[in-house]
T-cell receptor
Framework: ETGVTQSPTHLIKTRGQQVTLRCSSQSGHNTVSWYQQALGQGPQFIFQYYREEENGRGNFPPRFSGLQFPNYSSELNVNALELDDSALYLC??????????????FGPGTRLTVL | GQQLNQSPQSMFIQEGEDVSMNCTSSSIFNTWLWYKQEPGEGPVLLIALYKAGELTSNGRLTAQFGITRKDSFLNISASIPSDVGIYFCAGQPSRSGTASKLTFGTGTRLQVTL
């Protein structure tokens, strides 16, 4: 069974640029959630994708957007990067419907640094 | 964004000691999860709790889902050096369009000395 994978591992961008982060869900998992973890804090929910549609969003502006593909993999896009976007971005996958509250399994994360 | 209150913030203990940490919320949760995170890695699921009052063990780890549904506790018995890391609680809401959205605690950093 393959776990959650994310790419790239590290990324350095400058303010104003755009970035795309990628996530492959654990085998058989159909729901993907994205979290932002600033240094020294717990992860914060960005949004969730189920059946290729966004299903719930946390307190993040529209310049944070995403996609889910038919194979359940997902992308997180961030436009007009700001210094405060520097963080570890975590992808988590789970099996079932979003209302069933199943366990989420996390990938290793992508460390984004905005200069 | 909202974070659950987790205590203690950090702990320095000796190998072999028992550890207790807890997590409290102003909101009710339907599920409580405990994760461990090591430097440069994503959180790893340790224990999942689904019912108020439930007590669940995973090896040396024991966690409880509080009766009020607003708190949870994690105990680690006979700590060993590889227990070092940051422990996060996370709650899943009971009534939400995104019932599997996780709200995380502030974390408990555990250091184990020999």
């Amino acid at each position: 069974e393959t776990g959650v994978t994310q790419s790239p591992t590290h990324l350095i961008k400058t303010r104003g640029q755009q970035v795309t982060l990628r996530c492959s869900s654990q085998s058989g998992h159909n729901t993907v959630s994205w979290y932002q973890q600033a240094l020294g804090q717990g992860p914060q929910f960005i949004f969730q994708y189920y059946r290729e549609e966004e299903n719930g969003r946390g307190n993040f502006p529209p310049r944070f957007s995403g996609l889910q593909f038919p194979n359940y993999s997902s992308e997180l896009n961030v436009n007009a990067l700001e210094l405060d976007d520097s963080a570890l971005y975590l992808c988590a996958s789970s099996l079932g419907t979003p209302t069933s509250g199943r366990e989420q399994f996390f990938g290793p994360g992508t460390r984004l640094t905005v200069l | 964004g909202q974070q659950l209150n987790q205590s203690p913030q950090s702990m320095f203990i000796q190998e072999g000691e028992d550890v207790s940490m807890n997590c409290t919320s102003s909101s009710i949760f339907n599920t409580w999860l405990w994760y461990k995170q090591e430097p440069g890695e994503g959180p790893v699921l340790l224990i999942a709790l689904y019912k108020a009052g439930e007590l669940t063990s995973n090896g040396r780890l024991t966690a409880q889902f509080g009766i009020t549904r607003k708190d949870s506790f994690l105990n680690i018995s006979a700590s060993i050096p590889s227990d070092v890391g940051i422990y996060f609680c996370a709650g899943q809401p009971s009534r939400s369009g995104t019932a599997s959205k996780l709200t995380f605690g502030t974390g408990t950093r555990l250091q184990v000395t020999l």
